[in-house]
């Protein structure tokens, strides 16, 4: 896991770049951290206007503004749209469409359930209901999911179409874009425009 300074110091050079990039018309100075919270995958951090941090003012604060992720493993820098991300539902689509990791199939999950209640018949009679299986493909298809393993694509022929289909992990459809490449290959450059952020840049933990 990167660690809470080097997320931090990655997001804000990234508002210290949005700001000098919009020609500074809206905002007399760049937005600041407010909070950043760890995840797992993660640090989650959010931002707003120096005013709202330091004054707890509504009046001064940002609407709509989609939060920032540091991917934990690479530093990867993504925004999360829309800003509905409340107890990190959006974890299990964020492992599918930013580390590429394909959530498993309905069928794989109730086998790996049974099995793991030591209920390996009633994993190997699923298996039988839900396609074209005889004891001995449906025992291969139950110890290739209980080994953590893909089946064989000549097992996964016997499944009708809907079998197929992953689980719907979150009912919300998100986007996250991606805002720069990941920080594996060393600390970040020199800040856009030099120099280091100020007091109010420091954010919140």
Same mark, same amino acid.
């Given at each position: 896991?990167?660690?809470?300074? /080097?997320?931090?110091?990655?997001?804000?050079?990234?508002? @210290?770049?949005?700001?000098?990039?919009?020609?500074?018309?809206?905002?007399?100075?760049?937005?600041?951290?407010?909070?950043?919270?760890?995840?797992?995958?993660?640090?989650?951090?959010?931002?707003?206007? /120096?005013? +709202?941090? %330091?004054? =707890?003012?509504?009046?001064?604060?940002?609407?709509?503004?989609?939060? *920032?992720?540091?991917? =934990?493993?690479?530093?990867?820098?993504?925004?999360? +749209?829309? /800003?509905?991300? #409340?107890? +990190?539902?959006?974890?299990?689509? *964020?492992?599918?469409?930013?580390?590429?990791?394909?959530? $498993?199939?309905? @069928?794989?999950?109730?086998? =790996?359930?049974?099995? #793991?209640?030591?209920? &390996?018949?009633?994993?190997?009679? !699923?298996?039988?209901?839900?396609?074209?299986?005889?004891?001995?493909?449906?025992?291969?298809?139950?110890?290739?999911?209980?080994?953590?393993? %893909?089946?064989?694509?000549?097992? @996964? !022929? &016997?499944?009708?179409?809907?079998?197929?289909?992953?689980?719907?992990?979150? !009912?919300?459809?998100?986007?996250?874009?991606?805002? =720069?490449?990941?920080? !594996?290959?060393?600390?970040?450059?020199? &800040? $856009?425009?030099?120099?280091?952020?100020? $007091?109010?840049?420091?954010?919140?933990?």
């Amino acid at each position: 896991m990167i660690s809470r300074e /080097w997320a931090v110091e990655l997001v804000e050079r990234r508002l @210290l770049a949005e700001w000098e990039s919009s020609g500074s018309a809206a905002y007399d100075e760049p937005f600041v951290i407010a909070h950043v919270k760890q995840h797992e995958l993660c640090w989650y951090i959010v931002y707003n206007t /120096w005013q +709202f941090v %330091e004054t =707890g003012d509504r009046t001064y604060a940002l609407g709509g503004n989609a939060p *920032y992720v540091v991917d =934990g493993l690479d530093g990867s820098l993504h925004r999360v +749209f829309p /800003w509905m991300c #409340e107890g +990190f539902q959006w974890a299990d689509q *964020y492992h599918e469409k930013v580390r590429g990791e394909v959530p $498993p199939r309905a @069928l794989d999950v109730e086998i =790996g359930r049974l099995v #793991e209640l030591g209920r &390996r018949a009633e994993a190997l009679k !699923a298996v039988c209901v839900a396609g074209d299986f005889g004891p001995v493909n449906a025992q291969r298809y139950v110890d290739a999911v209980a080994a953590g393993a %893909e089946p064989d694509p000549g097992l @996964l !022929a &016997r499944l009708p179409r809907a079998e197929l289909s992953r689980v719907k992990l979150v !009912a919300q459809d998100l986007r996250f874009d991606s805002c =720069g490449s990941g920080v !594996a290959a060393g600390r970040p450059g020199p &800040r $856009p425009g030099g120099g280091s952020p100020g $007091p109010r840049a420091a954010g919140s933990g």
